[in-house]
């Protein structure tokens, strides 16, 4: 089955820099992509998705790249806020296992005012 | 709309019992997905229904079943409850469960077993 390794565990950073969470996995069927964000108590919250037929997709201060050929996908995140300090975690799906997610570890971002 | 929702938001129970949780998934979503949540595992798939059939199962023990009814709402069941079953079980909703298919999640129920 699909294994999706997730780097790293924790980050800390200060407000304004940039963050880089990234994921590696292992099953070439994969095609789907998504990032999820968890806030202390709260449920996950998709923040950005990408599918196999795309390289780079970005949504104001997030982006996510695929690199297909190496099979791992990061998540950048621009000009950090406080309020982006949450688990990110990365997931990868394929067609024919319906929506099912295999999930990364999480990683623990705090962005220091 | 409203978003997903789970009952109860916690629970406790002892070694041996069973339980059983509930999910409501958005209104027109037709696939209901559970995933439980630990420390030590993290989020790990545990089964999908779409139109009252399980389509899909991870690889948890069979003490673990669910059903969907036929407004789409989940219940999922844990018998013979273990400590290790301690967890958040969270369901996640999507309309019908394709590949790349976005999910929304419900905030969870938190199960102690004691």
């Known amino acids: 089955g699909e294994n999706v390794e997730q780097h790293p565990s924790t980050l800390s950073v200060q407000e304004g820099d940039s963050a880089v969470i990234k994921c590696t996995y292992s099953?070439?069927?994969?095609?789907?992509f998504p990032w999820y964000k968890q806030e202390l108590g709260k449920r996950p919250q998709l923040i950005i998705d990408?599918?196999?037929?795309?390289g780079e997709k970005k949504d104001q201060r997030i982006a996510v790249t695929l690199n297909k050929t190496a099979k791992h996908f990061s998540l950048h995140i621009t000009e950090t806020q406080p309020e982006d300090s949450a688990v990110y975690f990365c997931?990868?799906?394929?067609?024919?296992?319906?929506?099912?997610?295999?999930f990364g570890g999480g990683t623990r971002l705090m962005v220091k005012p | 709309k409203a978003g997903v929702t789970q009952t109860p938001r916690y629970l406790i129970k002892t070694r041996g019992q069973q339980v059983t949780l509930s999910c409501s998934p958005i209104s027109g979503h037709r696939s209901v997905s559970w995933y439980q949540q630990t420390p030590g595992q993290g989020l790990q798939f545990l089964f999908e229904?779409?139109?009252?059939?399980?389509?899909n199962k991870g690889n948890f023990p069979g003490r673990f079943s669910g059903r969907q009814f036929s407004n789409s709402r989940s219940e999922m069941n844990v018998s013979t409850l273990e400590l290790g079953d301690s967890a958040l079980y969270l369901c996640a909703s999507s309309l019908s469960g394709l590949g790349g298919e976005t999910q929304y999640f419900g905030p969870g129920t938190r199960l102690l077993v004691l």
């Open positions: 990408i599918r196999s037929n795309v």
């Open positions: 997931a990868a799906s394929n067609d024919n296992a319906g929506n099912m997610l295999t």
């Open positions: 229904y779409f139109s009252e059939t399980q389509r």
């Open positions: 099953d070439s069927a994969s095609n789907y």
